[in-house]
């Protein structure tokens, strides 16, 4: 018999402390499920596949200081002797970096005028190689052809007639049939036409933290900057042997030139995330802390229940209840006290979801959180009065007859 | 019905041996109403309390109810408590934050009755110490007669073969002690052998039989009063 009726009423006439733990679990639930709730938003995020090889690649800045340099001769130059070093599979020039933060972008739109919104595109300059060289996925069309790279001087607002894009961005361009992008006319700077002539499964924009991360375009473009980034895909397993290969080749082909930064696309990635690990270290802290503090709440409540009833409990033994039923007593005892924390916690982490997903855009917590969160806390609830009620249970059932 | 052999108690601390009991003897026969006086310290608390199983003894032979209890672990001391015997405290012991009903009640739920049949034990020994109307009163709304009223109720609700009463006037003025004892007196009269701890020579006088503890041992056992004898 689990002496629900009597313990509720007991409880019913010392409302202050139990009310107080209840309170406390209620913003450890709410508290809890929301910030678990964001770490696995930010997990999410960061496990989304950026559509690049990221375990065999890495890049480079070449930066030009010499004077008369002819930059379209030398980038040729580079790239044809990065792609002949035994190991590299391919290498490009690239504007940008998935994931790492600065790139170009760009509006494209279906119509052309400047009165038409167009979608925010991630633009990647790259050649015929960039298919290879970024280990892509071409699932519709085909990749460009060498005669279709064209220069991208400075200062220059021409752009080239074919691209290639995202399945993301075709389907945002084209909402009711995506793959029907294919041959079609996009604009891009309001009214220059480009054709569709690929479609690449996947390939992040610079920026994770933007919505539009998978709207990216390729377009043939090879530019004449004194600084540019090569990107260089080797065989699996020889990326950190070729780093300083290619490096100490690169640097010793050409005196006008430095290389720098160089840099493994799992460097980029971790660098990208890092704060959003960061974010989520610091929030596991929270939770275990709170979680912690609140099991220290009930230990501490039951130790003082305990004691102010020591002589109730020598007389309950007494009276014939044995050690389980004196421990189930502060267990059950327990577990109302965590009913009505749960109870208030499930409204405050609903209503606090509520806000965030207003708020930050997000997409609302599934039941499985919230009842993860009720299951976790009813456990913390019961392991933590464990000792008390154990303490609790030892007490003597001569208790009862002794006078102080 | 209670047999107690050679019983001792001592009690050890790191450095220092107590015999609270020394060879306690004693033989309790059903129906008797038996009264435990003697000084503070001789160890009448500690006999009651290990006749009552709230504590184990050191060595000798304990037979209750016809059952040698040195044999029962603490749960089965526990079931033979709730069963078989009926507590009555000096200070009451009831529970504070439970009605006379709840209070009544705990016993029973530990026995397990259901119920139905919980209420009706609960209602008729409320009834029967005259306090069956109060029943949703808490505790501090009594007077300290009907407290201990309160608590011969719930003594009583489990129809245990014997009642052990630790003092139960030590904390009543004279006339709620007199109606305390009347109480006892009458339940003894119904056939449940009372054992009662006392200082109160002149209430024991009241009792059937009175046997003095002194320094651990029954110095005056077997004594009727005249009163059992007339």
New interface residues.
């Given amino acids: ?1 689990l ?1 629900s ?2 313990i509720i ?2 409880l019913m ?2 409302k202050i402390g139990a009310l107080l733990i209840a309170l406390q679990i209620a913003l450890t639930m709410t508290i809890m499920v929301n910030a678990i709730f964001m770490i696995q938003d930010r997990q999410q995020q960061m496990a989304r596949e950026s559509g690049i090889n990221e375990e065999d690649t890495f890049y480079l800045t070449n930066t030009i200081f010499a004077q008369d340099y002819n930059i379209q001769v030398g980038l040729q130059t580079d790239l044809n002797a990065i792609r002949k070093t035994p190991g590299v599979v391919d290498a490009i020039q690239i504007n940008a970096i998935p994931l790492s933060g600065g790139g170009w972008s760009s509006g494209l739109q279906t119509e052309p005028g400047e009165d038409k919104d167009g979608i925010g595109t991630a633009i990647y300059m790259v050649d015929d190689h960039a298919i290879n060289a970024l280990d892509l996925e071409l699932i519709a069309g085909t990749n460009f052809s060498p005669s279709d790279i064209g220069w991208r001087l400075p200062a220059q607002s021409a752009w080239p007639a074919k691209v290639i894009i995202t399945q993301a961005l075709a389907n945002s361009l084209f909402p009711d049939n995506g793959q029907s992008a294919l041959g079609k006319t996009v604009y891009i700077s309001n009214n220059q036409p480009m054709q569709v002539i690929g479609i690449i499964k996947n390939l992040q924009a610079p920026w994770n933290g933007w919505s539009g991360v998978e709207r990216s375009a390729l377009v043939p473009f090879q530019m004449e900057s004194r600084s540019g980034r090569y990107f260089i895909r080797t065989e699996p397993g020889r990326r950190d042997e070729l780093m300083p290969v290619i490096e100490s080749m690169l640097a010793n082909s050409d005196k006008g030139r430095i290389i720098r930064r160089l840099s493994t696309m799992e460097e980029t990635r971790e660098q990208s995330y890092r704060q959003h690990n960061a974010t989520n270290k610091i929030l596991m802290t929270v939770v275990s802390t709170l979680t912690l503090i609140t099991a220290f709440g009930i230990v501490g409540l039951a130790i003082f229940s305990i004691n102010r009833r020591t ?2 409990i020598g ?11 004196v421990m189930r007593y502060f267990m059950v005892e327990n577990f109302f006290i965590s009913a009505v924390g749960i109870t208030i916690g499930i409204i405050g982490t609903v209503s606090l979801n509520y806000w965030l997903v207003n708020k930050f855009n997000m997409t609302p917590l599934g039941f499985e959180l919230i009842a993860l969160g009720v299951v976790t806390l009813v456990i913390v609830g019961q392991l933590a009065v464990l000792y008390p009620a154990r303490k609790a249970a030892l007490i ?3 208790t ?2 002794r ?1 102080v | 019905m209670l047999t107690m052999k050679n019983i001792c108690k001592v009690f050890q601390t790191s450095d220092v041996q107590t015999h609270a009991l020394r060879d306690f003897n004693l033989n309790v026969n059903e129906g008797d109403f038996l009264s435990v006086t003697g000084p503070s310290g001789s160890g009448k608390t500690t006999f009651l309390n290990i006749a009552g199983l709230l504590e184990t003894y050191t060595s000798g032979e304990f037979l209750l109810d016809g059952e040698d209890v040195g044999k029962l672990n603490d749960n089965g001391r526990s079931r033979f408590r709730n069963e078989k015997i009926g507590f009555i405290f000096q200070g009451f012991n009831l529970i504070a934050d439970l009605n006379l009903f709840d209070n009544v009640d705990v016993p029973l739920r530990y026995r397990g009755f259901n119920a139905k049949e919980r209420k009706r034990r609960i209602e008729e020994n409320l009834e029967r110490v005259g306090l069956a109307s109060r029943m949703k009163h808490l505790p501090s709304q009594l007077s300290g007669g009907q407290q201990q009223r309160v608590a011969i109720a719930r003594a009583l609700a489990t129809d245990p073969r014997f009642l052990l009463a630790d003092e139960p006037t030590g904390n009543l003025d004279t006339d709620m002690a007199q109606g305390v004892m009347s109480l006892l007196e009458e339940i003894n009269r119904q056939g449940t052998t009372i054992i009662m701890v006392t200082h109160d020579s002149e209430l024991a006088q009241r009792s059937g039989r009175t046997i003095q503890v002194k320094d651990g041992r029954v110095s005056e056992a077997a004594a009727f009063n005249q009163k059992a004898i007339a």
């Fill in positions: 018999m002496e009726g009597l009423r007991a006439r010392n002589k109730q007389t309950r033994r007494a009276l014939g209840a044995t050690r389980w039923q003597s059932p001569a009862a007859t006078t």
